[in-house]
């Protein structure tokens, strides 16, 4: 989790200098609470602010890593040319706007150039994204802009289908609207046939 003091800032998906402490997030989440109306002393909610705090750390861990730190090694060489995909990734991030959840599938496609990367990676690089403060366009498009960097394959498609609790708890609050992104790179944007061999995969 990245906290920024008066105007610092910091370049996005850069690890942070150190851990936000926790006992410097403590009093501000006992602020906000206490701001509701709530007594931030009683039972309930005496241990929420650390709470809040160990939940935000992971909740966005992703700052403080890259598709490479989670690759490592695991790429190899391989003849293989045809389309691989891993579909319905589960994935869980945070609304920028109103930190609030959103929720849904992954689906990324890619064809080897001369080198495939170790399936459970795949997994790991969307979670490198989605645990961080995003829009879902942005991190569907950061999912598959480390893939073609870090591969370097022929192409990299990648569709995301995803519920926001923004649009679900407040707002317009409609429960089941979703909304579906996606992002083509190298075949996948030029050749017409390769795209709708992968959307056609996804719907069967």
């Known amino acids: 989790m990245i906290l920024k003091k ?30 509701f109306g709530e007594d931030p002393s009683r039972e309930g909610l005496l241990d929420t602010p650390k709470r809040f705090a ?20 695991a790429l190899f ?11 319905d990734i589960e994935l ?3 609304c920028e706007h109103h930190m609030l959840p959103f929720f849904g599938k992954a689906h990324v496609a890619y ?14 690089i969307v979670d490198v994204y989605s645990r961080r403060l995003q829009v879902q366009e942005r991190l569907t498009a950061e999912i598959a802009d480390a893939l ?21 708890m407040r707002g317009v609050e409609k429960q089941n609207s979703k909304t579906i992104t996606s992002a083509m790179r190298g075949v996948f944007y030029t050749e017409s046939d390769t795209r709708r061999e992968f959307l056609n995969l996804l719907r069967a």
């Open 6 to 35: 008066g105007n610092q800032s910091k370049p996005r998906g850069a690890a942070p200098a150190e851990s936000p402490s926790i006992e410097f997030i403590k009093p501000r989440i006992r602020d906000i609470i206490e701001s």
């Open 54 to 73: 160990k939940s935000m750390g992971f909740l966005t861990s992703g700052y403080g890593q890259t598709a490479k730190d989670v690759v490592g090694s």
């Open 77 to 87: 060489q391989a003849e293989s040319s045809e389309m691989i995909i891993v579909r």
């Open 92 to 94: 869980y991030s945070m």
């Open 111 to 124: 064809i080897p150039n001369k080198k495939i990367i170790g399936l459970s990676k795949i997994p790991r």
């Open 148 to 168: 073609m960097g870090t591969l370097k394959p022929q192409g990299v498609a990648v569709v995301i289908e995803a519920a926001h609790f923004c649009m679900m």
